[in-house]
């Protein structure tokens, strides 16, 4: 057998065992997002008959739910079965017959079916595509919220952002502006093209995630695997149309051009992705720290910041200036801070406290005690990234952006699902422990279940109130997928056979001690 036909073989094989039956599962999650998924009243979809039916009988609604959940339970069964073969591979020869260009088919078969579904588990799209009404209207996104905006409600914004200025970079202004004009007035439609700019960001993860593994040592298959063709990417930012994607992958892109010794293009590239959420900035120090390198002087540090910053403030400048907006993104950057979500460590411990306090008539309300946790939790997180930035060369800078990054997650005043998704392919590329490779997996289930929980949330009448029967079911179907099977169950509960993401021959091992004197797989953020 020549290699061309080795080569369609693996890809046919991984296309059979792993590709198809994560299809099937989102196959099944387009049909039922058709009953709850996301859909503004300003569409025809809505009067199909078919989507009537999924909508508004409570047959349909059941029948949407129950190929929204067992869709879900399937594609993390499949994601682990490919785990597990991933790892099988990799402990009898250090490789395996899987090469990341499998891996890109087989996370393109899972999000195809996704590409016609409407948003699911969040109505973000709709915000992008309103926002872009503002702009072409003459208004500006940053002081004006879409409620401004004629018949806005019938788009399908969220009406807890309606008054709320844009939280997003001038770029992304720009991409709102230029979709909203090409939709004309079909939210809908504009809902899908901004899943193809999600998805354009997710295949730079797809390109640039094995190149960053490959040069801390890492298994490029398997970081693909953890990383990126995990069912969190495919539910939230194939199937939520999310822009952090784009975010993500253009963070990613610039990390991966600065270990490759092009610093300029990396600041660049992270000044693309600061025009999409200003979030992405607090990636920038690290790019310095990688072009000064690992023993460079205070002078040389500093002399990398001044030079990638200057670059990525004229690429940033450049994008609004296109867009035609000002500053006005700095004043928006507490806009999602106005909500309040139990995800968040320091709201959480605020509305705690504070209901306590209400209930024994210390307080009026739990404003106060929620607004001091937030920032004794942005002071912790400055502190964390300064410490991150500034302190002595532990380990690659890569991996220190990633727990800048989660510091900022955690710490800060609300957490979403999907920002766990800012982190996850950072903390991949340079090596996780046994251990961590299981708080991953364990995350991924649960967030599985919320992110079912979050379905049940698009659909009145009658099923509402099975809604927490159908959590309990929601637990029932990913615990069963976790612990049914014990191949699979070792990626959780360890045992023979499990192993983490960290470099298993010689070249790994030199290439990830270039970057750090700590093993990444042992890391502590201390």
């Known amino acids: 057998m020549g290699k061309g036909d080795r080569t369609s073989s693996r890809i046919g094989d991984a296309v059979w065992r792993f590709g198809l039956p994560g299809f099937v599962a989102s196959a099944m999650i387009t049909i039922g997002a058709l009953g709850v998924g996301w859909l503004p009243l300003r569409t025809g979809i809505i009067e199909w008959p078919i989507v009537d039916f999924l909508r508004t009988s409570s047959t349909g609604l059941a029948l949407s739910h129950i190929l929204v959940f067992v869709g879900i339970g399937l594609l993390l069964q499949t994601w682990l079965i490919l785990g597990r073969a991933l790892v099988d591979q990799q402990r009898t020869s250090g490789g395996g017959f899987l090469r990341p260009f499998d891996l890109t088919a087989i996370l393109t078969l899972w999000s ?9 588990f969040s109505r973000d799209a709709y915000s992008y595509y309103s926002q872009g009404r503002l702009l072409l209207e003459g208004l500006d996104p940053y002081t004006t919220g879409v409620s401004a905006l004629p018949g806005w409600f019938q788009d399908g914004v969220d009406p807890m952002w309606a ?11 720009l991409l709102s502006r230029g979709v909203t004009d090409f939709a004309y007035e079909q939210p809908a439609l504009a809902a899908l093209i901004f899943r193809l700019l999600a998805i354009l ?12 593994a490959f040069a801390h040592g890492i298994d490029p298959v398997r970081a693909l695997w953890l990383g990126v063709a995990n069912p969190l990417v495919v539910l939230h930012f194939v199937a939520g149309a999310h822009n952090d994607a784009l975010m993500v992958g253009l963070i990613a892109m610039g990390l991966a051009w600065a270990v490759e010794r092009r610093p300029l293009a990396a600041a660049a590239a992270i000044a693309l992705a600061t025009s999409v959420k200003p979030i992405a900035l607090l990636a920038l120090p690290f790019v310095g720290l990688i072009w000064a390198g690992r023993a460079a002087t205070w002078w040389h540090r500093v002399r990398a910041w001044i030079i990638t910053g200057g670059v990525a403030a ?3 400048a450049l994008t609004a200036l296109l867009a035609g907006v000002g500053l006005g993104w700095i004043n928006a950057l507490g806009t999602p801070g106005e909500v309040r ?4 460590p320091p709201t959480a411990l605020g509305m705690f406290t504070g209901g306590i306090a209400e209930a024994i008539g210390m307080a009026d309300s739990n404003d106060a005690f929620v607004s001091g946790f937030r920032l004794l ?6 502190a964390v990234v300064a410490w991150l930035i500034l302190g002595p060369w532990r380990r690659s800078p890569v991996r220190n952006a990633a727990w800048a990054f989660l510091a900022v997650v955690l710490l800060g005043p609300v957490v979403q699902p999907w920002y766990l998704l800012w982190i996850l392919p950072l903390f991949v590329v340079t090596g ?33 109130l099975l809604d927490g029967l159908g959590i309990v079911i929601a637990i029932i179907i990913v615990g069963g997928v976790l612990l049914l099977s014990p191949r699979e169950r070792a990626l959780i509960l360890g045992g023979p056979g499990a192993i983490g993401l960290e470099p298993v021959d010689a070249p790994g091992q030199a290439r990830a001690r270039q970057w750090t004197a700590e093993p990444p797989w042992q890391d502590s953020p201390s």
Do not use: K, N
């Open 112 to 120: 195809i079916p996704l590409l016609a579904s409407p948003p699911m």
């Open 163 to 173: 008054e709320t200025p844009a939280p997003y970079g001038p770029m992304f202004l």
């Open 201 to 212: 960001g997710v295949g730079l993860l797809v390109v640039y995630v094995p190149r960053l």
């Open 314 to 316: 004229g690429v940033f």
């Open 341 to 344: 979500t139990w995800f968040s």
């Open 377 to 382: 939790g942005m002071v912790l997180a400055l």
């Open 432 to 464: 996780v422990s046994l251990r961590a490779l299981r708080v991953i997996v364990v995350a991924t289930a649960g967030l599985c279940v919320h992110a079912m929980a979050e379905s049940l949330a698009t659909s009145d009448g009658a099923f509402e």
